[in-house]
């Protein structure tokens, strides 16, 4: 299994400032159509999961343009810019290129 | 509105079954393809099984396999998850989740979960 490991796990940010979350697979996760099936989610608290970022750095509708997603192969980070109240939950990187699917351990965003 | 309602969550002894449903409304149900995925008290999200949007191919995590079985009824735009000799480790959240490709891939929508409590 491809194993996806995030850091940090816990992230205080002040408001208006950026944070970022990296997260590194254990195989590449650049397929040969050129896509990396890296997603990323988040979860806020006694919420479901929802789709921030998917094939690496393609924002999900409705979400806003602080978020984006960069990255290729093994490595990737996600960039909340100009961070607000309601940005605070946990943050996952998925993976998609093989079965099973696996997930970060998750990264805490709070606010300072 | 996008919509996905889990039921069939409850409190099992160690080694019964239990069958869990999703109800999926809002989308082209056979368009996608759809999963389920858990989490454990405190603890993280765990990838569980996925299927297809004509329900040909399945796939399932080792943790599962051998014990849960995907379906799915598109007349009914729904979604199942047999549950045979639970374990406590099986007690989680259940989210089911829409698949954009084959049996696992990006998951634009998520239902609120079912929870399954499984202790003697």
């Known amino acids: 299994d491809i194993v996806m490991t995030q850091s940090p796990l816990s992230l205080p940010v002040t408001p208006g400032e950026s944070a970022s979350i990296s997260c590194r697979s254990s195989?590449?996760?650049?397929?040969?159509?050129?896509?990396?099936?890296l997603d990323w989610y988040v979860q806020k608290a006694g919420q479901s999961p929802q789709l921030l970022i998917y094939?690496?750095?393609n924002r999900a509708s409705g979400v806003p343009d602080r978020f984006s997603g960069s990255g290729s192969g093994t490595d990737f980070t996600l960039k909340v810019s100009r961070v607000e109240a309601e940005d605070v939950g946990v943050y996952y990187c998925?993976?998609?290129?093989?079965?099973?699917?696996?997930f970060g351990q998750g990264t805490k965003l709070e606010i300072k | 509105e996008v919509q996905l309602v889990e039921s069939g969550g409850a409190v099992v002894r160690p080694g019964e079954s239990l069958r869990l449903s999703c109800a999926a409304s809002?989308?082209?149900?056979?368009?996608?393809?759809m999963g389920w995925v858990r989490q454990g008290p405190g603890k993280g999200l765990e990838w569980v099984s996925g299927?297809?949007?004509?329900?040909?191919?399945?796939a399932y995590a080792d943790s599962v396999k051998g014990r849960f079985t995907i379906s799915r009824d598109n007349a009914k735009n729904s979604l199942y998850l047999q549950m045979n000799s639970l374990r406590a480790e099986d007690t989680a959240l259940y989210f089911c989740?829409?698949?954009?490709?084959?049996?696992?891939?990006?998951?634009?929508?998520w239902g609120q979960g079912t929870l399954v409590t499984v202790s003697s």
């Open positions: 989740a829409s698949v954009r490709e084959g049996t696992t891939g990006t998951s634009d929508y």
């Open positions: 809002g989308f082209t149900f056979d368009d996608f393809g």
């Open positions: 299927i297809n949007w004509n329900g040909v191919r399945t």
């Open positions: 195989q590449s996760l650049l397929y040969s159509n050129g896509n990396n099936y």
């Open positions: 094939l690496g750095s």
């Open positions: 998925m993976q998609a290129l093989q079965t099973p699917a696996t």
